[in-house]
C-alpha cells in the first residue's frame, strides 16, 4: 500500500517562496508518476505539477515558470518549490501517485490519473 505524507506548507507573503515535500512508501518496483494537486475551498482539485516514470515534467499554465517538481528517487521524495507565490495559490496541496506509470503529459494533471493521495498540506498566501 503506497503512503504519501506531504510537508512543508505554510504562510508567506505575496512574492515569497515556500517547498513543499511529499514523502512516499509502499512502493513495489518499476517505475512511478508522481503530481502535486491544489484545492482552495469551494473550487475543485486542479492539478499543479507532475513528473513522469522518465523525470520529465508538466506544469499548469498557472505555474509555469514559478513552480518547479523535482524527486529524490533514492530517498523516494518528490518536492516543489514554489516562487513568485501570489494569494491565488492560497489552497490545501496534495500529493498524489501512480505506481507502474511511464508517461505523463496533460493527462497527468487530472486527479483520475492517480490512485493515491496525501493528506495535504495547507499553503497560504497573503498580500
Known amino acids: 500500500q503506497v503512503q504519501l505524507v506531504e510537508s512543508g506548507g505554510g504562510s508567506v507573503q505575496s512574492g515569497g517562496s515556500l517547498r513543499l515535500g511529499c514523502t512516499a512508501s509502499?512502493?513495489?518496483?518499476?517505475?512511478?508518476?508522481m503530481g502535486w494537486f491544489r484545492q482552495a475551498p469551494e473550487k475543485e482539485r486542479e492539478g499543479v505539477a507532475s513528473?513522469?516514470?522518465?523525470?520529465?515534467?508538466t506544469y499548469a499554465d498557472s505555474v509555469n515558470g514559478r513552480f518547479t517538481i523535482s524527486q529524490d528517487n533514492v530517498k523516494n521524495m518528490l518536492y516543489l518549490q514554489m516562487n513568485m507565490l501570489k494569494p491565488e495559490d492560497t489552497a490545501m496541496y496534495y500529493c498524489?501517485?501512480?505506481?507502474?506509470?511511464?508517461?505523463?503529459?496533460?493527462?497527468?494533471?487530472?486527479?483520475?490519473?492517480?490512485?493515491?493521495w496525501g493528506q495535504g498540506t495547507q499553503v497560504t498566501v497573503s498580500s
Open positions: 513528473i513522469d516514470g522518465y523525470g520529465n515534467p
Open positions: 498524489a501517485a501512480r505506481q507502474r506509470c511511464w508517461s505523463g503529459g496533460a493527462e497527468s494533471l487530472r486527479a483520475s490519473y492517480y490512485g493515491y
Open positions: 509502499g512502493y513495489t518496483s518499476g517505475r512511478n508518476c
